[in-house]
């Protein structure tokens, strides 16, 4: 059994930006391709970036793509989303997930693990 804890989130000005961490722990970190997905009010829980267990291959939804980055530490057990140029659209709770499988997927269900989410607010 793998937990999750995020950590990171708040309030941030539009233009701003935050770096989310996810720590890991009860399970081989390495293991695992990593992700992130986020909920904003009223909205499903949306994909935002995925990371691969090695870090060589990430993917990103589009809408965030060049403004946000994942990263990973396997000697931390950590993963990152740093997120830049900030919208207030961004506004959500955002989760760090985990999953055993090998490709980077983008449906919310392939997921094994979830940790209970960090909320980030962007104010225009």
């Known amino acids: 059994q793998v937990q999750l804890v995020e950590s990171g989130g708040g309030l941030v000005q539009a233009g701003g930006s935050l770096r989310l961490s996810c720590a890991a722990s009860g399970g081989t970190f390495s293991r695992y391709t990593m992700g992130w997905f986020r909920q904003a009010p009223g909205k499903e829980r949306e994909f935002v970036a995925g990371i691969s267990w090695s870090a060589g291959r990430t993917l990103y939804a589009d809408p965030v793509k060049g403004r946000f980055i994942i990263s990973r530490d396997n000697t931390k057990n950590t993963v990152y989303l740093q997120m830049n140029s900030l919208k207030p659209e961004d506004t959500a709770v955002y989760y760090c997930?985990?999953?055993?499988?090998?490709?980077?997927?983008?449906?919310?269900?392939?997921?094994?693990?979830w940790g209970q989410g960090t909320q980030v607010t962007v104010s225009s």
């Open positions: 997930t985990a999953d055993r499988a090998v490709i980077i997927t983008t449906v919310r269900r392939s997921y094994d693990y």
